[in-house]
């Protein structure tokens, strides 16, 4: 099973730009797609999007599409969530899992906030 630690988020205005990564430790890391997943504030935690093992593939929700981005460094085991064009809907915690189904036990996550 592998641990997940969540870092990089912070306060940004409406149209600002984060870079949010994710520490993966523990065996298997470069067997599993990845995915960034977010808590809305009153809102059940929903996926933003996933890539694939080799990082090759990646797949977003119809709300972030065209704003973020994730990659990996499977060398490193890390992934990385590129929020660009952020709004304040895109407040949450942002959490990392493998994907599609979550097999880790969830991180604390990283707050992201973004002011009007």
């Known amino acids: 099973q592998v641990q997940l630690v969540e870092s990089g988020g912070g306060l940004v205005q409406g149209g600002g730009s984060l870079t949010l990564s994710c520490t993966v430790s523990?065996?298997?890391?470069?067997?599993?797609?990845m995915g960034w997943f977010r808590q809305r504030p009153g809102n059940e935690r929903e996926k933003v999007g996933y890539?694939?093992?080799?990082?090759?593939?990646?797949h977003y929700a119809d709300s972030v599409k065209g704003r973020f981005a994730i990659s990996r460094d499977n060398a490193k085991n890390m992934v990385y969530l590129q929020m660009n064009s952020l709004k304040p809907e895109d407040t949450a915690v942002y959490y990392c899992n493998t994907a599609p189904v979550p097999s880790g036990s969830w991180g604390q996550g990283t707050q992201v906030t973004v002011s009007s």
């Open positions: 890539i694939s093992v080799s990082g090759g593939v990646t």
């Open positions: 523990g065996r298997g890391f470069r067997s599993y797609a």
